[in-house]
């Protein structure tokens, strides 16, 4: 399991590739990445990711060893960036691997799921109008309430 | 103790952190306290359903004691990923 809270970016293939490599008794790996979506009738300049270093960690990894705990997996990576990215870049990403495709799947969206409101990042967005926190959304709360 | 403050409500009370003494014994008693020293503090606090406690790293919620706990943060509710 490896958990990687950064300000810098971060290669998608090598990541993906280091994290599929050598996995001879699982045949499903998912990974997921999110990028900055730009805003469609004000585009913006920067999406600002403020965290809390420290909790942000633990929390990331005990949304980790929940998934662990629930699906059968093989391993986890989650990587997280902070600081200032602009519209296209890779904020995070999850990848999952598992004997069969079902839990690596499942696995994904569950973290998906909690990274969204469980782990201590707040984004901000950044146009010519000004700087906006971004709200949470009664559907990322509710999202939980499936697992 | 040491209070944390992130996103809006650290742009309201205009500083990340601070040692705060106090004799709370929970966190909504100490919510009373910093609300009633200045309105940049009530301001921030006014709406405690849209904010969140963490006690030492560790989500919380705000009936909880504050025993032995070393660092208080609030927040608003957590847009990752």
Known sequence: MRISVQDAPFDLGRESANF???????????????????????????????????????????IAEQAKARFSLG????????????????IMMVATVARHRKDAFEAATFLMDYLKSRAPFWKREISASGAVWVAATDADEDALARW | MD????????????????????????????????????E????????????????????SDFDAPLDGVREVAFFPPMTGG
């Open chain 1, 20 to 62: 599929a490599t050598g996995r001879r008794d699982m045949g499903a790996i998912v990974t997921f990445t999110g990028s900055v979506r730009d805003l469609p009738d004000d585009p913006m300049e920067a999406m600002e990711i403020e965290h809390y270093p420290g909790m942000t960690e633990k929390a990331i990894t005990q």
């Open chain 1, 75 to 90: 391993d986890v990576l989650v990587i997280h960036r902070y600081g200032m990215l602009v519209p296209g870049e890779m």
């Open chain 2, 3 to 38: 209070v944390v403050y992130f996103a809006w409500v650290r742009e309201r009370i205009g500083l990340p952190r601070e040692v705060v003494e106090t004799q709370a014994a929970t966190v909504m008693e100490l919510v009373s306290e910093l609300s009633a020293r200045e």
């Open chain 2, 40 to 59: 940049r503090y009530a301001m921030a606090f006014s709406d405690i359903s849209a904010l969140r406690v963490a006690l030492d790293q560790e989500l």
